[in-house]
């Protein structure tokens, strides 16, 4: 029987595939209900850990906004000590110059009053020794002129007492 046609069925190809396919059934009733809890193990085990690294995720998430809450609070604390510590010697340095000016204030009044003192102390001691002096001078005069004339005289210690007066 030969036949022209490009596809022909041969009779052993036909009890291979039935062959075949009895093979697959019986594999399938034999070993399916293992090699499926093996399977449905292993897809627990994975979603398992699959969840596990999830949460594991979700940890460090929170872990990481803790640290960057914790470092930004560090900071802020850092800033409010550096400020403080800005303001504290701000203070201290006015306080230094008002003290400074204060006690210039203090020393330059003490000075003034010195001066003071000094110029009246000098003002008494000048006032004494023209004192001396005029009455060294009028001695004088009036020596001279006790012997010459009456009237002279009188008219000398009145002269000088007017000079003196002014």
Known sequence: MEQNSLITIDFSMVIQMINFLIMVYVFYKLFSKKIGGIIEQRRNIATQDLEKVKIEQEKLEEQKKIVDKLRRESKKRANDIIIKAEIQADNRKEQIIN???????????NAENEIIKMRAKAELELQKEVGEIAIKIAEKIIKENVSENQDLQVKSVDNFINEIGE
């Open 99 to 109: 003290n400074a000016n204060i006690s210039k204030e203090r020393m330059m009044a």
